[in-house]
């Protein structure tokens, strides 16, 4: 098998721009054989082309034979039931972000991929850009030392009252299971977890419909504890113009910052814990080298689809394995619980106090609705 045969379930705008990737010949080892999408005239545009069979149900998709390989752009809701089908089948899953809304599901459909012979990963796209793939190498080289704080100011995902009213599922509890969290940030907190760690509890204050007129968070702040006494602060937001994507990382060592498309590193000579105790003077401060790293940014989506297929065709690592989708859904899960609670919450959380909350916002919302 010189490519893998791909169908592709959800065909909205992420499923039509993997669609348009495979077709630009962006993913060489990829070729699309199929499309699923429950509104068949989304699909008139597919239908072009020859080769690529339709459905509107994706069991039936399964059953026709003519994929090796799925990958499911969704809503959030359904990447679980829909991965889990394919993995009983042994079919190969690449899952759009998040993995899931909560983090039962995934760890549910991590045990389907533990049984199966099939491959699972998700598109954290975001993993290919090689300054948060410098700043990944620089800690975990140890090069920067013991880790102290993580704070990641990311407001630049500015959306309009127009974004929302876009479709009825946006910003809701039923039809995304979140906001700004779910829909916009699940990159930067696997990123978070992928660069510094995962912490072990999380203090947050997430605001509901602050800027917008929506019932889910559009406004959120995140600190979080680590075990060996490090912190980290995450700010994210729809509603903040000009926004800011500003990522700074400080350890014993020294520290990076990531802005404005380039990697900053300073490096103490000395480790601040030995100058601190050493130094015989009271306002000095440790010499240090400054480094500065650019490159340019890949598209990121069709990447991930060729290290995939790559996987599949020939044992090669994936540039995000499924199984890690959990990560980044543990975190935002419990600034969830962390908000609703008005307490501290525990990594791994409560899985039933978290959906029960959960259910709680749905039901409430859909009788706000009827």
Not at 40 to 67: C, I, W
Not at 92 to 101: E, S
Not at 215 to 220: F, G, N, R, T
Not at 356 to 365: G, H, P, T, V
């Amino acid at each position: 098998m010189e490519k893998i045969r791909l169908g592709i379930i959800g065909y909205g705008n992420m499923g039509r721009g993997h669609f348009a990737n495979v077709m630009e010949g962006k993913c060489p080892s990829v070729e699309v054989t199929a499309v699923c999408d429950l509104v068949e005239e989304k699909m008139d545009k597919a239908k072009e082309y020859p080769g690529v069979a339709t459905f509107t149900d994706y069991k039936e998709m399964l059953d026709s034979k003519l994929v090796d390989a799925v990958l499911i752009a969704t809503p959030h809701y359904d990447h679980p039931t829909i991965a889990i089908e394919c993995l009983n089948r042994n079919i190969h899953v690449i899952t759009d972000k998040p993995a899931g809304v909560y983090a039962r599901q995934v760890r549910e459909m991590n045990e389907a991929a533990e049984k199966s012979n099939a491959k699972f990963g998700i598109m954290f796209n975001q993993r290919t850009n090689p300054l948060y793939a410098k700043a990944r190498e620089i800690v975990q080289s140890g090069e920067l030392g013991e880790l102290k704080r993580m704070v990641w100011i990311i407001t630049n995902w500015y959306r309009t009252q127009a974004y929302y009213d876009s479709g009825t599922w946006r910003a809701t509890w039923n039809g995304e299971g979140g906001g700004v969290l779910l829909n916009q940030a699940p990159h930067n907190l696997d990123l978070w977890q992928w660069i510094f760690g995962m912490p072990k509890r999380v203090r947050a204050f997430c605001d509901f419909g602050k800027y917008h007129k929506i019932d889910v968070e559009d406004d959120v702040t995140i600190f979080a504890e680590y075990a060996n006494g490090a912190t980290a602060t995450f700010i994210s937001t729809t509603g903040e113009a000009p926004g800011t994507n500003r990522l700074e990382i400080s350890g014993d060592k020294g520290k990076i910052v990531i802005e404005h498309g380039k990697l900053c590193w300073w490096k103490l000579e000395t480790p601040e814990r030995e100058f601190c105790f050493t130094a015989t003077e009271g306002f000095i401060t440790p010499n240090c080298t400054y480094e500065e790293f650019s490159a340019p940014v890949p598209e990121g989506h069709p990447e991930v689809l060729e290290a995939f297929a790559q996987s599949i065709l020939n044992g090669t690592e994936m540039i995000a394995e499924g199984k890690e989708g959990i990560n980044s859904l543990s975190i935002s899960n419990a600034a969830y619980l962390s908000t609703w609670t008005n307490d501290w919450a525990e990594i791994p959380t409560d899985e039933a106090l978290f959906e029960k909350y959960l259910n709680d916002l749905c039901a409430k919302e859909q009788a706000k609705n009827s």
